[in-house]
């Protein structure tokens, strides 16, 4: 069954995430911070607020080596299974020749 979230529970679920790896990483808040270029008041807003520029975010993601995460959101959306991939193909191969 598809669970469907509110988007303030999709971003405390970012949240989480997020800080699950910065705490894996053995990084400090201030040390997540200056690696990603952004003010502690500026995390620590995202944090508890969980408001953030999107700016922001790429920079917090990318200072977690987290970027992969985005890639679903720049992706092909057209092509959503195997059978979309095989029907695209199918689609741009040349036609068979018939013999008469």
């Given amino acids: 069954m598809v669970e469907l979230k509110t988007p303030f529970e999709f971003i405390e679920d ?12 053995k990084l400090r808040q201030r040390d997540l911070c200056d690696l ?12 508890y607020q969980k408001k953030i520029s999107l700016i922001s975010l790429v920079q917090v993601l990318y200072a977690l080596d987290m970027l992969a995460n ?4 720049i992706s ?11 029907a695209a193909a199918n689609k741009n191969a040349l036609p068979k020749r018939v013999r008469k």
Avoid: H, M, N, W
């Fill in 14 to 25: 970012l949240v989480e995430t997020i800080e699950k790896t910065r705490k894996q990483k």
């Fill in 36 to 47: 990603a270029g952004l003010s502690i008041a500026t995390y620590q807003k995202f944090i």
């Fill in 70 to 73: 985005l890639e679903g959101l």
């Fill in 76 to 86: 092909d959306p057209q092509i959503q299974s195997l059978d979309d991939i095989r």
